[in-house]
Protein backbone atom coordinates (compact mmCIF):
# COMPACT_ATOMS: atom_id res chain seq x y z
CA UNK A 1 0.00 0.00 0.00
CA UNK A 2 2.76 2.41 0.92
CA UNK A 3 4.20 2.14 -2.60
CA UNK A 4 1.59 2.87 -4.20
CA UNK A 5 0.96 5.74 -2.25
CA UNK A 6 4.18 6.79 -3.65
CA UNK A 7 4.02 5.77 -6.68
CA UNK A 8 0.57 8.05 -7.04
CA UNK A 9 2.01 10.75 -5.47
CA UNK A 10 5.04 10.66 -8.31
CA UNK A 11 2.54 10.41 -11.14
CA UNK A 12 0.48 13.51 -9.39
CA UNK A 13 3.47 15.87 -9.40
CA UNK A 14 4.59 14.73 -13.20
CA UNK A 15 1.18 15.63 -14.12
CA UNK A 16 1.78 18.85 -12.46
CA UNK A 17 4.74 19.67 -13.58
CA UNK A 18 3.52 18.79 -17.00
CA UNK A 19 0.26 21.66 -17.09
CA UNK A 20 2.87 23.98 -15.56
CA UNK A 21 5.13 23.83 -18.90
CA UNK A 22 1.97 24.18 -21.34
CA UNK A 23 0.74 26.94 -18.85
CA UNK A 24 4.00 28.52 -19.87
CA UNK A 25 4.30 27.50 -23.43
CA UNK A 26 0.72 28.93 -24.43
CA UNK A 27 1.61 32.47 -22.43
CA UNK A 28 1.24 35.85 -25.47
CA UNK A 29 4.11 37.06 -26.32
CA UNK A 30 4.36 40.54 -26.54
CA UNK A 31 2.62 41.94 -29.70
CA UNK A 32 0.74 38.71 -30.46
CA UNK A 33 -3.47 39.05 -30.14
CA UNK A 34 -3.43 42.33 -29.14
CA UNK A 35 -6.50 44.82 -30.28
CA UNK A 36 -5.71 47.10 -33.09
CA UNK A 37 -4.79 50.74 -32.07
CA UNK A 38 -5.10 49.85 -28.63
CA UNK A 39 -2.42 51.37 -25.67
CA UNK A 40 0.15 49.19 -24.08
CA UNK A 41 0.41 51.17 -20.39
CA UNK A 42 3.83 50.68 -19.32
CA UNK A 43 5.16 51.77 -16.33
CA UNK A 44 6.65 55.60 -16.69
CA UNK A 45 10.47 56.20 -15.81
CA UNK A 46 9.83 58.51 -13.07
CA UNK A 47 7.37 56.11 -11.18
CA UNK A 48 8.20 55.24 -7.82
CA UNK A 49 7.19 57.33 -4.29
CA UNK A 50 6.95 61.39 -4.10
CA UNK A 51 6.20 62.49 -0.64
CA UNK A 52 4.88 65.84 -0.48
CA UNK A 53 4.31 67.84 2.81
CA UNK A 54 1.65 70.51 1.90
CA UNK A 55 -1.47 72.80 3.72
CA UNK A 56 -4.38 72.48 4.50
CA UNK A 57 -5.77 74.77 2.78
CA UNK A 58 -5.02 72.75 -0.75
CA UNK A 59 -6.26 69.67 1.32
CA UNK A 60 -9.86 71.25 2.79
CA UNK A 61 -10.06 72.51 -1.13
CA UNK A 62 -9.90 68.90 -2.73
CA UNK A 63 -7.23 70.25 -5.11
CA UNK A 64 -4.63 67.88 -3.76
CA UNK A 65 -7.09 64.48 -4.46
CA UNK A 66 -7.32 65.76 -7.91
CA UNK A 67 -3.93 66.44 -8.11
CA UNK A 68 -3.39 62.64 -6.99
CA UNK A 69 -5.72 61.84 -9.34
CA UNK A 70 -4.26 63.54 -12.62
CA UNK A 71 -0.72 62.63 -11.66
CA UNK A 72 -0.70 59.41 -10.60
CA UNK A 73 -2.60 58.28 -13.66
CA UNK A 74 -0.26 59.97 -15.79
CA UNK A 75 2.87 58.75 -14.58
CA UNK A 76 2.55 55.55 -11.81
CA UNK A 77 3.88 58.04 -9.57
CA UNK A 78 2.51 57.21 -6.20
CA UNK A 79 1.80 60.78 -4.03
CA UNK A 80 2.13 60.76 -0.62
CA UNK A 81 1.00 64.36 1.01
CA UNK A 82 0.90 64.96 4.69
CA UNK A 83 -1.26 68.13 5.06
CA UNK A 84 -0.13 70.46 7.55
CA UNK A 85 0.36 74.22 8.70
CA UNK A 86 3.15 75.79 5.99
CA UNK A 87 5.37 76.49 9.25
CA UNK A 88 5.02 72.49 9.75
CA UNK A 89 5.35 71.60 6.45
CA UNK A 90 9.00 73.11 6.03
CA UNK A 91 9.95 71.93 8.90
CA UNK A 92 8.73 68.52 7.87
CA UNK A 93 11.00 69.03 4.74
CA UNK A 94 13.53 70.12 7.09
CA UNK A 95 13.94 67.09 8.31
CA UNK A 96 14.27 65.24 5.16
CA UNK A 97 10.68 63.09 5.68
CA UNK A 98 9.65 64.85 2.35
CA UNK A 99 10.48 65.28 -0.96
CA UNK A 100 8.89 68.73 -1.67
CA UNK A 101 6.85 70.82 -0.27
CA UNK A 102 3.30 73.04 -1.53
CA UNK A 103 2.95 76.04 0.56
CA UNK A 104 2.25 79.52 0.92
CA UNK A 105 4.04 81.91 3.49
CA UNK A 106 6.78 83.68 1.12
CA UNK A 107 8.97 85.19 3.91
CA UNK A 108 9.07 81.50 6.05
CA UNK A 109 9.59 80.22 2.10
CA UNK A 110 12.56 82.23 1.26
CA UNK A 111 14.27 80.98 5.05
CA UNK A 112 13.83 77.73 3.90
CA UNK A 113 15.48 77.85 0.72
CA UNK A 114 18.09 80.40 2.51
CA UNK A 115 19.42 77.82 4.77
CA UNK A 116 20.02 75.45 1.59
CA UNK A 117 16.96 73.35 2.43
CA UNK A 118 15.22 74.30 -0.35
CA UNK A 119 16.05 74.43 -3.67
CA UNK A 120 13.92 75.25 -7.26
CA UNK A 121 11.26 77.27 -5.79
CA UNK A 122 8.61 77.72 -8.10
CA UNK A 123 4.91 79.63 -8.00
CA UNK A 124 1.71 78.01 -8.97
CA UNK A 125 -1.14 80.02 -8.17
CA UNK A 126 -2.23 82.30 -5.56
CA UNK A 127 -5.43 83.50 -4.44
CA UNK A 128 -6.73 85.97 -1.63
CA UNK A 129 -7.35 85.73 2.05
CA UNK A 130 -10.76 87.20 3.35
CA UNK A 131 -11.76 88.09 6.53
CA UNK A 132 -15.02 86.21 7.52
CA UNK A 133 -17.69 86.40 9.96
CA UNK A 134 -20.67 87.28 11.64
CA UNK A 135 -23.53 88.49 9.28
CA UNK A 136 -24.33 91.21 11.89
CA UNK A 137 -20.81 92.39 11.57
CA UNK A 138 -20.98 93.54 15.62
CA UNK A 139 -17.22 94.95 15.12
CA UNK A 140 -18.33 97.26 12.40
CA UNK A 141 -15.46 96.39 10.45
CA UNK A 142 -17.62 96.53 6.37
CA UNK A 143 -15.88 98.64 3.67
CA UNK A 144 -12.45 99.00 5.46
CA UNK A 145 -9.31 97.85 4.15
CA UNK A 146 -7.72 94.60 6.09
CA UNK A 147 -5.76 96.44 8.44
CA UNK A 148 -8.05 99.24 9.64
CA UNK A 149 -10.53 96.09 10.00
CA UNK A 150 -7.55 94.30 12.49
CA UNK A 151 -7.28 97.51 14.42
CA UNK A 152 -11.29 97.97 14.81
CA UNK A 153 -11.61 94.24 15.71
CA UNK A 154 -8.96 94.70 18.53
CA UNK A 155 -10.42 97.78 19.69
CA UNK A 156 -14.29 96.23 19.89
CA UNK A 157 -12.33 93.22 21.35
CA UNK A 158 -10.49 94.54 24.02
CA UNK A 159 -13.56 97.02 25.42
CA UNK A 160 -16.06 93.74 25.37
CA UNK A 161 -18.11 95.22 22.67
CA UNK A 162 -21.11 92.43 22.79
CA UNK A 163 -20.78 89.60 20.14
CA UNK A 164 -17.45 90.61 19.20
CA UNK A 165 -14.46 87.47 18.97
CA UNK A 166 -11.44 86.70 16.42
CA UNK A 167 -10.78 83.17 15.77
CA UNK A 168 -7.13 82.19 14.84
CA UNK A 169 -5.74 79.43 13.33
CA UNK A 170 -2.35 79.85 16.07
CA UNK A 171 -0.46 76.98 14.38
CA UNK A 172 2.45 78.84 12.16
CA UNK A 173 0.54 78.09 8.62
CA UNK A 174 0.49 80.11 5.76
CA UNK A 175 -3.02 82.16 6.91
CA UNK A 176 -1.46 82.29 10.86
CA UNK A 177 1.80 84.02 9.07
CA UNK A 178 -0.34 86.22 7.51
CA UNK A 179 -2.77 86.82 10.42
CA UNK A 180 0.19 87.93 12.88
CA UNK A 181 1.68 90.01 9.55
CA UNK A 182 -1.82 92.14 9.60
CA UNK A 183 -1.49 92.67 13.16
CA UNK A 184 1.66 93.85 13.03
CA UNK A 185 0.32 96.41 9.92
CA UNK A 186 -2.31 97.25 12.68
CA UNK A 187 0.44 98.62 14.68
CA UNK A 188 0.33 95.43 17.36
CA UNK A 189 2.67 92.83 19.02
CA UNK A 190 1.68 89.83 18.16
CA UNK A 191 3.19 88.15 21.15
CA UNK A 192 2.57 90.76 23.75
CA UNK A 193 -0.40 92.33 22.64
CA UNK A 194 -2.63 90.27 20.72
CA UNK A 195 -2.18 86.23 22.58
CA UNK A 196 -3.39 87.77 25.67
CA UNK A 197 -5.95 90.74 24.65
CA UNK A 198 -8.03 88.54 26.32
CA UNK A 199 -11.19 86.18 25.91
CA UNK A 200 -12.49 87.62 22.56
CA UNK A 201 -9.49 86.53 20.98
CA UNK A 202 -8.98 82.51 20.68
CA UNK A 203 -5.94 80.94 19.42
CA UNK A 204 -7.15 77.05 17.71
CA UNK A 205 -4.35 75.32 16.95
CA UNK A 206 -6.53 73.70 14.42
CA UNK A 207 -6.14 73.63 10.15
CA UNK A 208 -8.23 75.69 8.43
CA UNK A 209 -11.56 73.97 7.98
CA UNK A 210 -11.68 73.27 11.69
CA UNK A 211 -10.84 76.84 12.34
CA UNK A 212 -13.50 77.72 10.03
CA UNK A 213 -15.95 75.54 11.88
CA UNK A 214 -14.76 76.60 15.46
CA UNK A 215 -15.26 80.43 14.56
CA UNK A 216 -19.01 79.59 13.13
CA UNK A 217 -19.38 77.45 16.44
CA UNK A 218 -18.22 80.79 18.43
CA UNK A 219 -20.45 83.08 15.68
CA UNK A 220 -16.58 84.96 15.27
CA UNK A 221 -14.58 86.77 12.87
CA UNK A 222 -10.99 84.67 11.23
CA UNK A 223 -9.07 85.21 8.27
CA UNK A 224 -9.10 82.27 5.84
CA UNK A 225 -8.33 81.59 2.66
CA UNK A 226 -11.01 82.16 -0.30
CA UNK A 227 -10.50 78.53 -1.31
CA UNK A 228 -11.59 76.89 2.14
CA UNK A 229 -14.22 79.32 3.15
CA UNK A 230 -15.92 78.14 -0.66
CA UNK A 231 -15.41 74.79 -0.09
CA UNK A 232 -16.99 75.36 3.44
CA UNK A 233 -19.81 77.78 2.70
CA UNK A 234 -22.55 75.08 2.92
CA UNK A 235 -22.12 74.46 6.34
CA UNK A 236 -21.33 78.12 7.93
CA UNK A 237 -23.53 80.97 8.64
CA UNK A 238 -20.16 82.90 8.47
CA UNK A 239 -19.98 85.21 5.49
CA UNK A 240 -17.39 87.29 4.08
CA UNK A 241 -16.92 90.72 5.28
CA UNK A 242 -13.60 92.33 4.04
CA UNK A 243 -12.48 90.97 0.36
CA UNK A 244 -10.55 93.15 -1.14
CA UNK A 245 -7.18 94.73 -0.29
CA UNK A 246 -2.97 93.92 -1.65
CA UNK A 247 -2.51 92.63 1.88
CA UNK A 248 -4.72 89.86 1.28
CA UNK A 249 -3.31 88.02 -1.38
CA UNK A 250 -2.22 84.38 -1.04
CA UNK A 251 0.45 82.87 -3.33
CA UNK A 252 1.40 78.95 -3.06
CA UNK A 253 4.47 77.86 -4.03
CA UNK A 254 6.45 73.91 -4.45
CA UNK A 255 10.09 73.92 -3.09
CA UNK A 256 12.10 70.26 -3.82
CA UNK A 257 14.10 69.53 -0.89
CA UNK A 258 17.55 69.60 -1.17
CA UNK A 259 19.93 66.60 -1.99
CA UNK A 260 22.76 68.14 -0.58
CA UNK A 261 20.75 68.22 2.43
CA UNK A 262 19.23 64.94 2.37
CA UNK A 263 21.19 62.45 -0.45
CA UNK A 264 18.35 60.22 -0.15
CA UNK A 265 15.43 62.49 -1.19
CA UNK A 266 13.58 61.90 -4.61
CA UNK A 267 15.14 64.50 -5.88
CA UNK A 268 14.14 63.06 -9.68
CA UNK A 269 10.75 63.01 -9.04
CA UNK A 270 10.10 66.42 -6.92
CA UNK A 271 11.66 68.60 -10.20
CA UNK A 272 9.10 66.03 -12.57
CA UNK A 273 6.08 67.00 -10.48
CA UNK A 274 7.02 70.71 -10.34
CA UNK A 275 7.23 70.37 -14.21
CA UNK A 276 3.98 69.14 -14.79
CA UNK A 277 2.90 71.55 -12.15
CA UNK A 278 3.97 74.45 -14.04
CA UNK A 279 3.35 73.09 -17.50
CA UNK A 280 0.03 74.16 -19.40
CA UNK A 281 -1.37 70.79 -18.69
CA UNK A 282 -0.73 71.33 -14.64
CA UNK A 283 -1.88 75.11 -14.81
CA UNK A 284 -5.14 74.71 -16.34
CA UNK A 285 -5.74 71.87 -14.52
CA UNK A 286 -5.59 73.96 -11.37
CA UNK A 287 -7.15 77.22 -12.85
CA UNK A 288 -10.14 74.71 -13.59
CA UNK A 289 -10.19 73.26 -10.23
CA UNK A 290 -13.84 74.45 -8.71
CA UNK A 291 -15.63 76.54 -11.16
CA UNK A 292 -17.73 73.94 -12.33
CA UNK A 293 -19.38 73.77 -8.49
CA UNK A 294 -18.43 77.26 -7.35
CA UNK A 295 -19.09 79.16 -10.32
CA UNK A 296 -15.35 80.43 -9.88
CA UNK A 297 -11.86 78.64 -9.81
CA UNK A 298 -10.82 78.39 -6.06
CA UNK A 299 -7.12 79.01 -7.49
CA UNK A 300 -5.67 80.88 -9.97
CA UNK A 301 -2.67 79.80 -11.90
CA UNK A 302 0.35 82.13 -12.47
CA UNK A 303 1.80 82.91 -15.95
CA UNK A 304 4.90 84.72 -16.87
CA UNK A 305 5.45 87.94 -17.16
CA UNK A 306 2.60 88.37 -14.23
CA UNK A 307 4.72 86.21 -11.68
CA UNK A 308 7.89 88.04 -12.26
CA UNK A 309 7.36 91.51 -10.67
CA UNK A 310 4.84 93.00 -7.72
CA UNK A 311 3.28 91.40 -5.99
CA UNK A 312 4.55 88.13 -6.81
CA UNK A 313 8.04 88.11 -7.38
CA UNK A 314 8.63 85.01 -8.35
CA UNK A 315 9.80 82.14 -10.90
CA UNK A 316 6.58 80.56 -12.52
CA UNK A 317 7.33 78.71 -15.72
CA UNK A 318 10.87 78.33 -15.76
CA UNK A 319 11.52 74.54 -15.85
CA UNK A 320 13.22 72.89 -13.11
CA UNK A 321 16.47 70.74 -13.98
CA UNK A 322 16.10 67.08 -13.59
Known amino acids: MKTNVTILSAGAILVLLVLAMFAGCTGTAPGENETPGATVTTPAAGAGVLKIATTTSLE ?46 PALEEEFVDEGYGINPRCIAYNFFIIVGPESDPAGIKGMDPVEAFKTIYIAGTNNTPGVAFVSRGDNSGTHVQERTLWGEAGYDYEKEILDAGAWYVDAGKGMGDTLILADEKNAYTLTDEGTYLSFKDRLALVPVIEEGTELMNRYTAIAVSPEKHPDTNAKGAADFINWLISDEGKELVGDFG ?11 LYPPECTGPPFNCICAEPVPA
Open 291 to 301: TAEFGKPLFIP
Open 60 to 105: NTGLLAELERVYEGKTGMDLQFIAQGTGQALDTARRGDVDLVLVHA
